[in-house]
Nanobody, 124 residues
Framework: QVQLVESGGGLVQAGGSLRLFCAAS????????MGWFRQTPGKEREFVAA????????YYADSVKGRFTVSGDNAKNTVYLQMNSLKPEDTAAYYC?????????????????WGQGTQVTVSS
């Protein structure tokens, strides 16, 4: 069992930055794929970024490449999403997720564990 708790969301102006945190407990995430997804009302959950520690790989949606960076701290069991040059279209609830099978997947259905989400609002 894995518990995930996100934090760090908030209101920011366009062009600004935010850093999201995902604290994991119950299982070390060094053996999983940790992903970030986002969702706006009425839309499906969208892949944002993921890190596969086993393969040493990071993956990003085209819409965030060059602006967002996913990283982690094994000692703290925490994954970060650094978001720079934010745009109003980045406004969404952001969710941290874990795939214990450590696949290199961008599909939300491959992620078994989810956090409760943290809201990010970017004003124009």
């Amino acid at each position: 069992q894995v518990q995930l708790v996100e934090s760090g969301g908030g209101l920011v102006q366009a062009g600004g930055s935010l850093r999201l945190f995902c604290a994991a407990s119950g299982r070390t995430f060094s053996s999983t794929t940790m992903g970030w997804f986002r969702q706006t009302p009425g839309k499906e959950r969208e892949f944002v970024a993921a890190v596969n520690w086993r393969l040493g790989s990071r993956y990003y949606a085209d819409s965030v490449k060059g602006r967002f960076t996913v990283s982690g701290d094994n000692a703290k069991n925490t994954v970060y999403l650094q978001m720079n040059s934010l745009k109003p279209e980045d406004t969404a609830a952001y969710y941290c997720a874990a795939d214990p099978l450590a696949r290199a997947s961008q599909a939300s259905t491959d992620y078994r564990y989810w956090g409760q989400g943290t809201q990010v609002t970017v004003s124009s």
